[in-house]
């Protein structure tokens, strides 16, 4: 077979003689990606949440040197590393903070996709394989925090595990499967451990690389929501407003970095703890199984979640089902197809049944568990909820934008009180939070269609520098 | 809404206060934890006083170089056992003897003031404010007693340092049964003998409690303060050794990020001078 014809000369031209898809790749994915020239603030998160999976692998490998899985050695070691090992709690502290500055980047890079349309046509796959993403983090975040063998580690890991214990028929039986064992124990860590240390992660940068080609396949978006592809040079046939990825966005995204840096080293040097919410003050006291904390709180990106669980309580089901019952008229008074008309009703007056029918119902804690779930696989479903005729917010009623604040107010405000202990008004304000989250996005089909949207551009909007 | 109003009351309010105790607790003097003397003294109190029951099972002793201590020193003034400098601070007394004469095993105390910290307190705060909160009552099977942790299963082990006080103790609560706010001042003299007088309180008052102490040796006793202060600095540093390298090198590095910032701005700049 003949050597492959090339452009390049000495080694880079031998090795591209004999492997071409290595330029091949470079110029798909960097030189030759065209990417929309007015990207904004918010385009820096993609980039980094990749330095910090980066820095959380890194990081990973030799903590798993020092780091001993047995729940005898577990605490202890952990101390060894931030005590004995030369630079350890340097590494140690970076993969602490990064776990928590994982979630603050993949939030922002959630919010950025909702600001400006970016789960919309041709774009579904990238969004899908992102909220994949997003669920495999969460699991490995959840494995992970097993590990240091805190009480916090121990008893998060005990409520959480014990949720699956809701699940009818299965559930205690899963729960055992899961722990290895009828409590947390030994047994669990060491299979949090092979979970959180390689099958995860693999399964994590399998779906990173699968975001990326899906993306670099149908282009990115943009602030303005425009399809640079469907303006290309008539002389080059490249798109009018991209630029190559690389050096263009690869300098653009090295200053984003230091600038990311700067604000994830003042926390790791100055506030590793960050106040009690990187790192939970009752995480150093290890583990006792004899000895429940009073007040269990997951970390704090998991909180907003965690308000849902626990706001579903026996009389909030009332609430819901008739949230659920107005919902299923609404879809009845909508939807054209007759069957899809009387589809919803059946399976609602089902559902509704099964949350209040008297003897017939669920265990509220087991429908917590389903809301629980509910709410962080619905994103899954926004490029089919958002109807808008516009992608972007810049081109779609102001009110759009406010009302998309407003669910970032009440992701907080949910995620604020998952972190405080059970109360009267904790558990009210959960309830309204939690009906307002579904709400958000189940109206959505309707409310994305109304009010007076500007005309897109058919060029994107860019000032140059 | 009474209770949504107390609630953000709640949130507003700054001041630290301990979850059982609900008892105002005294700041720590951070300083002493950057004072090399500071933190000698307290190596020197804990390994006194402390260590009897008390390990610090993670830290090695020559971990303890970084307040200032060579191997010699660490060896000839703090290990009084036949353990190593290279081994860790732990104890001899085991966890099935001190059930049994204290009822559980004094905790270690390697990771202390962050085990001890809250979202309302810091651990230095509380701990320093324990140590100095003991008072003599005779009602209690070791005839000591403590504002911050009542019933506390660990008498006064620094006494000696801080010499007799004579405690007033008021607690306003609403009586058992009863309608109403009551005052309950409990005035314990020297010796633990407690005199409680119960008035009801007229008009409007804050449920909570509050203390006094009257030291026999107001000077010892200020002396005392200073002392637990030392020890404080000394369980912090022990909870985290690293913190001032850390914070040192942290200077450094953000130095560094910001000269690497303003380049990058720079060349991102230079490269986007020609997007049009």
């Known amino acids: 077979m003949p050597l492959h014809k090339t452009e390049h000369k ?32 918010w385009y820096f998160f993609g980039s980094l949440a990749i330095v910090v999976l980066v820095i959380q692998i890194t990081t990973g490998i030799f903590l798993t040197m020092h780091y001993k899985p047995d729940a005898r050695h577990a605490f202890e070691s952990v101390e060894y590393i931030m005590r004995d090992v030369p630079g350890g709690w340097f590494i ?9 500055f994982f979630f603050i980047v993949v939030y922002l890079h959630m919010f950025r996709a909702l600001l400006y349309g970016s789960y919309r ?135 984003g970095l230091g600038v990311f840096l700067i604000v994830f080293f003042s926390v790791l040097f100055f506030m590793p703890e960050m106040g009690g919410y990187f790192l939970e003050w009752n995480n150093f006291i290890p583990a006792d199984p004899l000895q429940t904390p009073s007040h269990i709180a997951p970390v704090w990106y998991f909180t907003p979640y965690y308000s849902i669980l626990r706001a579903t309580t026996e009389p909030f089901m009332v609430a819901l089902a008739a949230g659920l019952a107005v919902y299923a008229l609404l879809l009845f008074f909508t939807l054209r197809s007759r069957v899809a008309k009387y589809a919803v009703l059946a399976v609602s007056a089902v559902v509704i049944v099964l949350m209040v029918g008297g003897p017939l119902k669920l265990d509220p804690k087991l429908w917590g568990v389903v809301l629980m779930g509910a709410s962080v696989l619905i994103f899954i479903a926004l490029p089919w909820l958002d109807c808008s005729p516009a992608k972007s917010m810049r081109y779609r009623p102001a009110w759009h934008f406010w009302l998309l604040i407003g669910f970032v107010v009440v992701f907080l405000v949910l995620g604020y009180f998952g972190t405080q202990p059970p109360s009267p008004v904790n558990e009210r304000f959960s309830q309204i939070g939690t009906l307002l989250y579904f709400a958000f996005f189940l109206l959505m089909p309707w409310w994305s269609r109304m009010g007076e949207f500007k005309p897109v551009p058919s060029r994107v909007t860019f000032a140059a520098h | 809404m009474k209770k949504l109003i107390a609630f953000l009351c709640l949130l507003a309010s700054g001041t630290a206060y301990a979850a059982g105790a609900q008892v105002h607790l005294d700041t720590w003097p951070e300083a002493r934890g950057r004072n090399l003397a500071a933190l000698q003294n307290g190596a020197r109190l804990f390994v006194n006083y402390c260590m009897g029951c008390h390990g610090a099972s993670l830290m090695r002793w020559n971990r303890l170089n970084a307040i200032g201590l060579d191997d010699r020193q660490i060896r000839d003034f703090l290990i009084f056992g036949n353990q190593k400098v290279g081994d860790t601070m732990s104890i001899a007394m085991r966890p099935a003897d001190a059930k049994a004469w204290f009822g559980k095993m004094p905790p270690d105390l390697s990771v202390i003031t962050r085990a001890r910290t809250s979202f309302d307190y810091k651990g230095t705060d509380y701990l320093f404010t324990l140590l100095r909160g003991y008072y003599r009552d005779a009602a209690s099977p070791t005839g000591w007693n403590n504002v911050v942790y009542p019933n506390i299963g660990m008498p006064h082990i620094l006494w000696e340092l801080q010499g007799p006080r004579e405690t007033t103790i008021e607690r306003i609560h609403h009586e058992s049964g009863g309608r109403g706010l009551v005052r309950e001042v409990s005035v314990f003299d020297a010796a633990g003998n407690a005199t409680v007088t119960r008035t009801p309180v007229q008009g409007h008052a804050a449920e909570g409690t509050t203390f006094s102490f009257k030291a026999a040796d107001p000077a010892l006793a200020r002396q005392f303060d200073a002392e637990a202060a030392d020890l404080v600095a000394f369980l912090a540093f022990v909870t985290d050794p690293s913190a001032t390298t850390r914070v040192r090198i942290g200077v450094w590095v953000l130095l560094f990020l910001a000269f690497f910032t303003v380049l990058a701005w720079w060349l991102n700049r230079e490269y986007w001078k020609d997007v049009k």
């Not at chain 1, 492997?19 to 603030?41: D, Q, V």
Request: aromatic share 14%; glycine share 8%; net charge negative.
């Open chain 1, 10 to 41: 000495g080694v880079l031209g031998w090795i591209d003689q004999r492997m071409p898809s290595i330029m091949a790749e470079y110029k798909k994915h960097l030189s030759e990606y065209y990417t929309p020239k007015n990207f904004n603030f």
């Open chain 1, 92 to 100: 140690r502290y970076m993969h602490s903070t990064g776990a928590s």
């Open chain 1, 121 to 255: 046509t041709p774009r579904e796959m990238v969004w899908i394989f992102g909220c994949l993403i997003f669920l495999v983090l969460m699991g490995e975040a959840f494995f992970g925090y097993l590990l240091p063998w805190g009480q916090m580690s121990y008893w998060g890991a005990q409520v959480i595990v014990n949720l699956f214990s809701a699940i009818p028929v299965i559930g205690p039986d899963l729960s055992v499967l899961i722990r290895g064992d009828f409590v947390v124990s030994d047994a669990t860590l060491n299979r949090f451990f092979a979970l959180h240390v390689i099958a995860f992660p693999l399964i994590l940068v399998g779906l990173v690389a699968a975001h990326i080609l899906a993306l670099h396949d149908v282009g990115s978006n943009n602030p303005d929501g425009v399809e640079i592809k469907e303006t290309l040079s008539p002389s080059t046939g490249r798109p009018l407003d991209g630029i190559p990825f690389h050096p263009y966005y690869t300098v653009h995204d090295i200053m």
